[in-house]
């Protein structure tokens, strides 16, 4: 079992940046890939980004391909989400996401969830 914890949101202003992180518990983590879903209000949730179990396949969706960047770094149990250039539509609840093995952009893959961290930006 894989227990994740986000952290890393708050409020920043349109074309700055963030890093959230994905801190994982448990001694499999490196075998499970990850994934970065995101959901704002009375919206569905949507992907973000996915990484590899060695980090070295990364997948973005189109709308954030260029401004964020996904990595991990699997001696620390973590994977990380840098946000730049935000914009006013990147707000939203940010969840990480571990699925055994297979990256994917569908959230129904995934068997394990964190609780999200809020991301906010101002215009």
């Known amino acids: 079992q894989v227990q994740l914890v986000e952290s890393g949101g708050g409020l920043v202003q349109a074309g700055g940046s963030l890093r959230l992180s994905c801190a994982a518990s448990g001694p499999t983590f490196s075998s499970y890939a990850i994934g970065w879903f995101r959901q704002a209000p009375g919206k569905e949730r949507e992907f973000v980004a996915t990484i590899s179990t060695s980090g070295g396949t990364t997948d973005y969706a189109h709308s954030v391909k260029g401004r964020f960047t996904v990595s991990r770094d699997n001696a620390k149990n973590t994977v990380y989400l840098q946000m730049n250039s935000l914009k006013a539509e990147d707000a939203a609840r940010y969840y990480c996401?571990?699925?055994?093995?297979?990256?994917?952009?569908?959230?129904?893959?995934?068997?394990?969830w964190g609780q999200g961290t809020q991301v906010t930006v101002s215009s």
């Open positions: 996401a571990a699925n055994w093995q297979n990256t994917s952009p569908w959230p129904i893959s995934y068997d394990y």
